[in-house]
């Protein structure tokens, strides 16, 4: 039986309401909306985070992706809407969040960095420009380790090209700490950034400054933002994940993946192709391998298309399974980004122009392991092709520089309709269980409708991931609050009972809180019983071949915490008794005068 903390607990219920279903669901909005970034809540639901209508916004959808709530943040010129792209919602431990992106309506120059600190229901607490008199774009932002901020984007205010990466750390108010901008004499722009086990920083992007055309870049910096290493390479970086091995996987924008180790060193590089691919993001599953999510084309009547495409691989980077979904054959779709809500269950976010929108919408995909997802879905077949190490060292300028404004607008509420393309739900499940005692050991055994897996919390911090039946022995007696937590793959239900743990008679005897007298005995066995918590006791006495001369229920006198056995009518010699109460039983012999 393995024993779980409760926080893991906690995670493992948010799995359990994601393994409720396999779905396709339509956010609408208004004009060319779409998801961005998409991260798992520790309720099981998702924040989302987009652009649409010249704003930014984000939506807070429940495990079935139904819209809980959601907000635009803005002003009034556009934010985030260059077509760039660029921009990220993170989850903060406050249960918060922090939207990042860029701004027109606020700042010092054409476009700003545009950061927006939210609470848990998507209110602003504050907000921040960050760049210069010229064109500046955030793109990503993570809660650092100390409980601050780094926010990457691409900068024309600052640096020695015309425009360079951007980083921007912050303490947990949006007061920066240090700036950054790395490049050479053309154009850098970082596409995803994360924080390493280190304490220190790698992000990835495009340059034009090193190479030839445009190429992705690939650097590790340490906690104050000084390059460690870095890397150039053929292509353009859209996304990268951390590894568990320490190292680093590339998603290229022609759908390249790039296993870099924790120096930088290629490890292998294979492209997946199907009908023009494009790489928009990439994630490390649980069992090793990656979820790769983009868009494939598709040319219909002359006129070119688009659809999601999702391509799952094992740690190696072969192929296990590769679809689309969409309007296939019909208007456009697209894939953003991807995440896994269960152990090989997968979400994937992004845009549709043409499936069950006026306009254009968030597109929600739910899948099992094998990428089922209920409907508009087609497996197709996927070139795979090894490439050899292109790779190739840069020097980056470093330089610093920034101007901070503090903005307020009102957010507002964000137009909503969501509805559901197809799906597929389960039974519910209601927990129920009975337990029993026997001294400091328990015995539960669970009674609940439709379920398939059991979590117990035993009232003293243990808690089990077990069978549906189990037995228990506490180390100390006392009064515990039981309870079980019974889940399928789609529903989850808490039940909950007091049950008494008491001391054993065996154990009441060696602690001298059970005591005969007297022995011998003529007429009455007094049996003193200390802190015994049970009413119901039962004697019994045999003789030595056997026979049974008592077998009956006997009183228990609570004040004084003593039992009186009249034995005066056995005839003299020795005799066997026996007491059975709630805490066990006890036997001994005793001699009649």
């Known amino acids: 039986m393995l024993k779980l903390i409760k926080v893991l607990i906690l995670i493992m219920f948010a799995n359990f309401l994601w393994g409720q279903s396999v779905f396709q669901r339509i956010?609408?909005?208004s004009d060319y909306a779409g998801c961005n970034s998409v991260k798992l809540l520790d309720d099981g639901g998702l924040i989302l985070a987009g652009t649409d209508a010249g704003d930014l916004y984000a939506v807070r959808t429940d495990h079935l992706g139904n819209v809980i709530?959601?907000?635009?943040?803005?002003?009034?010129?556009?934010?985030?809407?260059?077509?760039?792209?660029?921009?990220?919602?993170?989850?903060?431990?406050?249960?918060?969040?922090?939207?990042?992106?860029?701004?027109?309506?606020?700042?010092?120059?054409g476009k700003d960095v545009f950061l927006v600190r939210m609470d848990s229901n998507g209110n602003t607490i504050w907000a921040k420009t960050y760049g210069g008199v010229l064109d500046d774009w955030g793109s990503g932002v993570q809660e650092t380790m100390d409980g601050g901020l780094i926010i990457s984007g691409r900068t024309a205010s600052f640096g020695v090209g015309s425009t360079d990466a951007y980083l921007i750390r912050t303490d947990s108010s949006g007061d920066t700490l240090w700036t950054k901008t790395y490049g050479g004499s053309e154009s850098e722009s970082i596409s995803r950034l994360r924080q390493t086990s280190d304490g220190g920083f790698a992000f990835g992007g495009y340059t034009t400054s090193f190479g030839i055309d445009t190429n992705f870049f690939f650097v590790k910096t340490d906690s104050t933002g000084f390059i460690d290493w870095s890397k150039v390479s053929t292509g353009r970086c859209q996304d990268f994940c951390l590894t568990s091995d320490g190292g680093y996987m590339v998603m290229d924008l022609t759908f390249r993946l790039t296993k870099l180790n924790d120096t930088g060193a290629v490890e292998w590089e294979k492209s997946?192709?199907?009908?023009?691919?494009?790489?928009?993001?990439?994630?490390?599953?649980?069992?090793?391998?990656?979820?790769?999510v983009g868009s494939v084309d598709v040319?219909?009547?002359s006129i070119l298309k688009s659809d999601v495409y999702v391509v799952r691989t094992d740690i190696n980077g072969d192929t296990i399974w590769t679809k689309v979904y969409g309007d296939i054959g019909g208007e456009h779709d697209g894939g953003n980004a991807g995440i896994e809500v269960d152990s090989a269950e997968f979400l994937i976010a992004g845009w549709t122009l043409g499936l069950n929108v006026n306009t254009s919408g968030i597109y929600l995909i739910k899948t099992d392991e094998n990428g089922i997802s209920g409907c508009n879905e087609a497996s197709v077949p996927t070139v795979v092709q090894d490439w050899a190490d292109q790779s190739f060292t840069a020097t980056f300028e470093v330089s610093s520089g920034t101007v901070v404004n503090s903005v307020s607008f009102n957010d507002t509420s964000y137009y909503s309709l969501d509805s559901a393309l197809c799906l597929t739900a389960c039974d519910s499940v209601t927990s129920q269980?009975?337990?029993?005692?026997?001294?400091?050991?328990?015995?539960?055994?669970?009674?609940s409708n439709n379920a398939s897996g059991w979590i117990w919390d035993l009232g003293n911090g243990i808690i089990l991931d077990t069978l549906s039946t189990i037995t228990y022995t506490y180390s100390?007696?006392?009064?515990?609050?039981?309870?079980?937590?019974a889940y399928n793959n789609c529903d989850s239900s808490t039940s909950c009972q007091v049950i008494d743990v008491t001391t054993s008679l065996n154990q009441l005897m060696r602690q001298g809180n059970l005591s005969l007298s007297p022995i011998p005995t003529q007429e009455s066995l007094r049996i003193q019983m200390i802190n015994i918590k049970s009413q119901l006791i039962h004697a019994r006495v045999?003789?030595?071949?056997?026979?049974?001369?008592?077998?009956?229920?006997?009183?228990?006198?609570?004040?004084?915490e003593t039992i009186f056995l009249n034995v005066e009518f056995l005839?003299?010699?020795?005799?066997?008794?026996?007491?059975f109460a709630q805490e066990g039983f006890f036997t001994r012999r005793i001699v009649k005068l």
Not at 542 to 560: A, I, M
Request: aromatic share 10%; proline share 2%.
């Open 27 to 29: 956010i609408e909005g």
């Open 69 to 109: 709530w959601a907000k635009a943040y803005g002003g009034v010129f556009s934010e985030g809407t260059n077509g760039w792209g660029g921009m990220e919602i993170e989850t903060i431990s406050d249960g918060g969040f922090a939207l990042v992106g860029h701004t027109q309506s606020f700042g010092a120059g």
């Open 272 to 292: 997946y192709d199907y009908s023009g691919s494009t790489g928009s993001s990439v994630t490390e599953l649980n069992d090793g391998g990656f979820l790769g």
């Open 299 to 301: 040319l219909v009547n």
């Open 433 to 447: 269980f009975s337990g029993t005692s026997m001294a400091t050991t328990v015995s539960l055994i669970d009674s």
């Open 476 to 485: 100390q007696p006392g009064t515990y609050t039981i309870c079980l937590t």
């Open 542 to 560: 045999l003789s030595l071949d056997g026979k049974r001369l008592v077998d009956k229920p006997v009183t228990y006198d609570e004040s004084s």
């Open 571 to 579: 005839d003299p010699g020795v005799y066997i008794l026996t007491l």
